[in-house]
């Protein structure tokens, strides 16, 4: 019986210290990508600093050039402003509404046809066989309009 258990233990030994093994292993991989991502974030942040600089420069370059080509403003020279002269505006005739003609002709939506119906009892497949449109279109109507 000794001799069992010495050799089961054995087994459950070197089970556990492999798996210790893997698990530094992994701890190990873990931490060196940790490593390298904190390197290229680093790097990264270098980057956009000195973009940032070059645009900073290149910037006070545009404003010097800017600053240069302006012709100076001499406060002594008198603007001489032409008088605002006001003309004479024709009044407005009377707004009269175009006469209602008797061609305009209204046609009902496809949302109030289908409520319309829905209030008269009428089903969904029924509303559908009357309009042509298909049922789950009439039920989205419907749904959408708070009718069901």
Same mark, same amino acid.
């Given at each position: 019986?000794?001799?069992?258990? @010495?050799?089961?233990?054995?087994?459950?030994?070197?089970? /556990?210290?492999?798996?210790?093994? @893997?698990?530094?292993?992994?701890?190990?991989?873990?931490?060196?990508?940790?490593?390298?991502? /904190?390197?290229?974030? #680093?790097?990264?942040?270098?980057?956009?600093?000195?973009?940032?600089?070059?645009?900073?420069?290149?910037?006070?370059?545009? @404003?010097?050039?800017?600053?240069?080509?302006?012709?100076?403003?001499? #406060?002594?020279? #008198?603007?001489?402003?032409?008088?605002?002269?006001?003309?004479? #505006?024709?009044?407005?005739?009377?707004?009269?509404?175009?006469?209602?003609? /008797?061609?305009?002709?209204?046609?009902?939506?496809?949302?109030?046809?289908?409520?319309?119906?829905?209030?008269?009892?009428?089903? /969904?497949?029924?509303?559908?066989?009357?309009?042509?449109?298909?049922?789950?279109?009439?039920?989205?109507?419907?749904?959408?309009?708070?009718?069901?």
């Amino acid at each position: 019986m000794y001799p069992y258990m @010495l050799t089961i233990s054995f087994i459950l030994h070197v089970f /556990a210290f492999f798996w210790i093994f @893997l698990l530094s292993m992994r701890l190990k991989r873990t931490n060196e990508i940790e490593k390298r991502q /904190a390197e290229i974030q #680093k790097e990264i942040e270098d980057l956009f600093q000195s973009y940032l600089l070059e645009m900073k420069e290149e910037n006070e370059k545009l @404003l010097n050039l800017i600053d240069k080509s302006k012709p100076p403003i001499n #406060k002594r020279e #008198k603007v001489t402003q032409q008088p605002y002269q006001t003309q004479e #505006k024709p009044k407005p005739k009377e707004y009269t509404p175009p006469m209602p003609s /008797a061609q305009d002709r209204f046609e009902q939506s496809l949302n109030s046809k289908v409520v319309l119906l829905h209030e008269q009892g009428f089903k /969904a497949e029924e509303i559908a066989q009357k309009l042509n449109k298909g049922k789950t279109e009439i039920e989205l109507i419907l749904k959408f309009n708070g009718s069901k």
